[in-house]
């Protein structure tokens, strides 16, 4: 049997098309590759029966192609909804509750020919940089068993890392795409806010948050992720497009101005090594042509905390609320969720304006920002991937940590404003020798420069390729 482990999605889609391959090899290759590593890793869940797979990558080889995802075989992270499927959100309170119809990005992937073949683990509602629930338990990182996968798209970001899967869909609001692909060594994408739908239910005008993105080991295979994912929904007010960023991902990245916002003038702490191996990276971006320069704290970072905290509160809150007061739920929901929806049942709407003010003046201010430069970057973690045993970081380098998410501080400057997000692999260091990876943050709409920026990086540090699982 022929072993596809780390071919790119994109070859595969190419060898199944001229016919070099069929869909049921690349099943079989990819049911044998989940069966050898994820016992160990745990990043694959609710992984639907082989025979069935088999059959559905048979039925695939005898019907018209659909698109370039035709015959691969796809995981969807357990927060969205697969038909067919359990949406367990990595709480008691859903496990085995079963979706009965796709979400918008899962209708996408399947009408371009994905097979969708299970779910990928998440924390507990997405909640936390560490993939761990009291349904499936943890993912661990493929490259030291006993440290965190990050989270909440740990789930993917290890089915990358491991071969298990090619591609693969995750979601962002506090970097949840660019946490776990930093600490597994692979490309994950927060898109510009509307450019991939959410699903058109509850407030669709004043969230403006989280988004769906890709992730896989490459920039083009992500690019074409993000081009199938992509769409507009006219029951949505905040959509948007985007030339497809595919046929964008070659070109010369010569004078890319590259702007180094480093510890955001001494606000942010990170753990030893992590600040040396970034400016080692910048050093590589020189190299390709970019003109590097280091940028002083353009905002204050206390008001984009506090911003930042109260609208997400806002948001996860107004979801958790109705479990949190219901007495038969709120003694199965975790501490860091009924916190949100504490906070969201005893906030003033004075409070969520005032917030709102806040993003809107570091959204003008990064406006003027991008006049001068056309790529922000900053580490994509604060710390090296922690034990697994470890709920979240209690303090870095000595300083302490207020909350159960201000160790991803870094994450939510662009996070606030719906910015484009990329994140590269940028080497391995810590304690530990674990993966680390580099925000490379855009104005809105600029996902295409994103993806050519980070597909020239690929070429030539290749991190993913260089230390395999």
């Known amino acids: 049997m022929t072993d596809f482990t780390y071919e790119s999605a994109l070859a595969l889609s190419e060898k199944l098309e001229r ?3 069929s869909a ?11 069966e050898a590593v994820n016992g160990d890793v745990n990043a694959i869940v609710s992984l639907r029966d082989g025979d069935d797979l088999m059959a559905e990558a048979k039925d695939a080889e005898t019907t018209p192609r659909k698109g370039w995802l035709h015959g691969i075989p796809i995981a ?8 067919g499927l359990p949406t367990s959100m990595g709480s008691p309170l859903f496990a085995g509750q079963m979706a009965d119809t796709d979400d918008l990005v899962v209708a996408n992937l399947r009408n371009a020919g994905a097979i969708v073949i299970g779910k990928t683990n998440t924390p507990e509602f997405g909640l936390g ?6 349904v499936f338990g943890a993912t661990r990182n493929p490259y030291g068993h006993g440290q965190t996968a990050g989270g909440s798209s740990g789930g993917a970001a290890v089915a990358l890392a491991t071969g298990m899967l090619s591609v693969a869909d995750g979601s962002d609001m506090m970097g949840s795409l660019r946490n776990p692909a930093a600490w597994n060594n692979v490309f994950g994408m927060r898109p510009s806010w509307g450019l991939i739908p959410s699903e058109p239910k509850g407030d669709s005008f004043i969230h403006q948050m989280a988004t769906n993105g890709p992730m896989a080991r490459n920039p083009a295979d992500m690019a074409a992720l993000l081009d199938t994912m992509a769409s507009l929904d006219p029951r949505q007010p905040h959509g948007t497009s985007q030339a497809p960023a595919l046929p964008q991902i070659d070109g010369d990245v010569a004078g890319t101005r590259v702007g180094w916002l480093g510890d955001w003038g001494g606000v942010l702490v990170y753990e030893d090594g992590i600040t040396a191996l970034a400016e080692t990276a910048l050093g590589q971006m020189a190299d390709i042509g970019c003109v590097v320069q280091d940028l002083p704290a353009p905002f204050s970072a206390a008001a984009i905390w506090d911003s930042w905290t109260t609208l997400r509160s806002f948001m996860v809150g107004s979801g958790l609320a109705p479990m949190l007061q219901d007495p038969a739920k709120r003694d199965r929901l975790k501490a860091t969720a009924i916190w949100e929806a504490e906070r969201y049942l005893g906030m003033p709407a004075t409070e969520v304006h005032r917030a709102s003010v806040i993003r ?10 991008f006049e001068n430069v056309d790529v922000l970057v900053l580490p994509s973690a604060q710390v090296w991937p922690f034990d697994v045993d470890v709920e979240y970081p209690t303090d870095i380098a000595g300083r302490s940590m207020d909350t159960y998410h201000r160790w991803m501080e870094v994450m939510i400057a662009p996070s606030l404003l719906g910015l484009p997000v990329v994140n590269i692999p940028m080497g391995f260091g810590g304690p530990n020798n674990l993966p680390m990876g580099l925000q490379l943050i855009g104005k809105r ?6 993806l050519r920026l980070a597909n020239a990086w690929h070429a030539a540090t290749d991190w993913p390729n260089v230390r395999r699982i």
Do not use: C, Y
């Open 19 to 21: 016919g070099d391959i």
């Open 24 to 34: 049921r090899e690349l099943m079989r290759s990819t049911l044998d590759r989940v």
């Open 76 to 83: 969807i992270k357990d927060l969205g909804n697969a038909a």
């Open 129 to 134: 940089s560490h993939t761990f629930n009291p």
């Open 360 to 369: 809107s003046k570091w959204f003008q201010t990064s406006a003027q920002l």
């Open 445 to 450: 709409g600029s996902d295409a420069a994103l």
